[in-house]
Nanobody
Framework: QVQLVESGGGLVQPGGSLRVSCTAS????????MAWYRQAPGKERELVAS???????AYADSVKGRFTISRDNSKNTVYLQMNSLKPEDTAVYYC????????WGQGTQVTVSS
């Protein structure tokens, strides 16, 4: 079973930037479309951004133009660059594949607050 480890979260002021990372164990990472999800307190987990094997990307309307997903298959790592952060971006951020998800990692907390 693939293990996912997210990192890079923290406290940032509104309008600031942050980059979170997720590293997966195993060599099958490069054959899977990957995504970032987030879960805010009291809300369901939602899909934020996806990156496919051909490097095409897709974004939720709420983050389009502000977030950028990328991947480095040589490092089994997927990144999420978050710019122009808003308080409503506050959540625990997780990565996983787009469908038939593996076991979830612990996530990384992103808090946007002044």
């Amino acid at each position: 079973q693939v293990q996912l480890v997210e990192s890079g979260g923290g406290l940032v002021q509104p309008g600031g930037s942050l980059r979170v990372s997720c590293t997966a164990s195993g060599s099958i990472f490069r054959f899977n479309p990957m995504a970032w999800y987030r879960q805010a307190p009291g809300k369901e987990r939602e899909l934020v951004a996806s990156i496919f094997i051909n490097s095409k990307t897709a974004y939720a309307d709420s983050v389009k133009g502000r977030f950028t997903i990328s991947r480095d298959n040589s490092k089994n790592t997927v990144y999420l660059q978050m710019n122009s952060l808003k308080p409503e971006d506050t959540a625990v951020y997780y990565c996983n594949r787009v469908s038939n998800t593996w076991n979830w990692g612990q996530g990384t907390q992103v808090t946007v607050s002044s």
